[in-house]
């Protein structure tokens, strides 16, 4: 009997240690560390290119500090059209902060030359007009990949890019009308620029950004403010942050090949 009870205790035991040792392993919690790894899980914030063995990977939040400014809702006024799309309301997109204060729709990249040539992607980068609002709000694409433009309103929209003295455009800007659901015009990008704006002239409160890079390094942050940009060649890199109402931030970041450096933005309140 006593050999029994001690066999059983050392089978509770190792369930035990098995129980904590696996919570330890799997258990993420929500902190920022948290959400860097979070960021692994993370597709549409993810460089679009190959993480081989002898590159490395940066992986960071881009989070704001300070009092969160107020987020506007968008008021459609006269558009019944716009306004019936939606049952609840519309927020403009300028500045989106999560609870734990990570900030979207900030375009991480790689700024300077690269080494190599980089094809440009054949799958098209894709900017959709639904409910009157662009999606995404911020997109990048390699120079010579395929843009496009959608309407999927039955309501008439036009896409612009806006040139002016403060941001000239590095190429000709075009206004491209697009009257019914389901049009489609496809731009390709031919020169390097950062920030292009983008606007529907029919409906005011429309905006959104593309940027053009002649490599793939680059990434949107996520709802949570994270981002992962992946295949990169071991060197002392520029990583700026770019974002459409808070401006610019810089830092240096040192890649090695197999390895995942953890970085961090912040941004405050101008």
């Known amino acids: 009997m006593k050999i029994r009870h001690v066999k059983i205790t050392i089978i509770v ?5 098995l129980i904590v040792t696996g919570y330890r392993n799997w258990g993420i919690k929500e902190t ?9 899980k993370i597709d549409a914030s993810v460089s679009k290119t190959d993480a081989k063995p002898d590159t490395g990977t ?6 704001f500090e300070g009092d969160a400014p107020f987020r506007r809702a968008v008021n459609f006024g006269a558009e019944l059209q ?15 902060i999560s609870e734990k204060g990570g900030l979207q729709n900030t375009f991480v990249y790689i700024k300077g030359s690269m080494k190599g040539n980089f094809e440009p992607p054949t799958e098209p980068v894709v900017i959709d007009q639904v409910g009157c609002v662009f999606i995404p709000h911020v997109a990048g694409a390699v120079i010579g990949q395929p843009v496009e433009f959608l309407n999927s309103d039955q309501v008439l929209h036009n896409v612009r890019t806006v040139s ?12 491209i009308s697009q009257p019914r659901e389901g049009m489609k015009y496809t731009h390709t990008f031919t020169k390097m620029d950062i920030g292009i704006p983008l606007r529907c002239d029919v409906h005011h409160w429309m905006s959104a950004f593309v940027h ?24 002392t890199y520029t990583l700026e942050a770019w974002h459409g109402k808070l401006g ?4 240096r970041v040192t890649v090695e090949a197999g390895k995942t450096q953890e970085v961090e933005f912040v941004f405050a309140s101008e």
Do not use: M
């Not at 035991?13 to 240690?17: D, E, K, S, T, Y």
């Not at 920022?32 to 692994?40: C, K, L, M």
């Not at 716009?82 to 500045?95: G, P």
């Not at 002016?164 to 206004?175: A, D, I, M």
């Open 164 to 175: 002016t003295k403060e941001k000239p455009l590095k190429e000709k800007p075009f206004n």
């Open 13 to 17: 035991f190792a369930i035990g240690l």
């Open 58 to 63: 940066i992986i960071g939040k881009v989070r």
């Open 82 to 96: 716009c306004k019936h799309l939606h049952t609840e309301k519309v927020y403009y997109e300028d500045i989106v």
């Open 32 to 40: 920022d560390s948290g959400a860097w790894a979070a960021a692994e």
């Open 248 to 251: 610019v931030q810089k830092i």
């Open 212 to 235: 053009v890079l002649p490599h793939p390094f680059f990434a949107v942050t996520e709802e949570a403010g994270t981002f992962k940009i992946q295949g990169l060649p071991p060197r």
